[in-house]
């Protein structure tokens, strides 16, 4: 398995999500869940290019928001962003938001 770093820092998520043209999202947890919350992400490709400027854009129930936003429910929660510890020009978009601790 690939060696993994955890981040916590703000700048240094932003910074991981620029590098690899990710843009803070949240989604609706499963209906089936009792006590659902939103689910934090981090969406890459053409989730990343919605136009915002028209209306909230859900495509896959996602809406991209601001980072202000995404880092408060971030804190929040006591999360976490795991993500894998590449080798210099390697830009894998895996991730993972995990509990603090």
Not at 20 to 41: F, K, N
Not at 54 to 75: C, K, L
Request: charged share 30%; hydrophobic share 40%; aromatic share 8%.
């Amino acid at each position: 398995m690939t060696d993994t770093l955890t981040l916590t820092d703000h700048d240094a998520i932003r910074d991981w999500a620029a590098a690899r043209a990710g843009q803070p999202a949240m989604s609706d947890a499963a209906p089936a869940l009792q006590d659902a919350q939103t689910v934090l992400r981090i969406v890459f490709g053409q989730h990343a290019y919605q136009d915002t400027d028209t209306g909230p854009d859900r495509p896959d129930g996602v809406t991209i928001i601001e980072w202000d936003d995404w880092f408060r429910i971030f804190d929040e929660r006591g999360l976490a962003l795991v993500v894998a510890d590449e080798p210099p020009g390697s830009r894998s978009e895996w991730h993972e938001l995990v509990r603090r601790g």
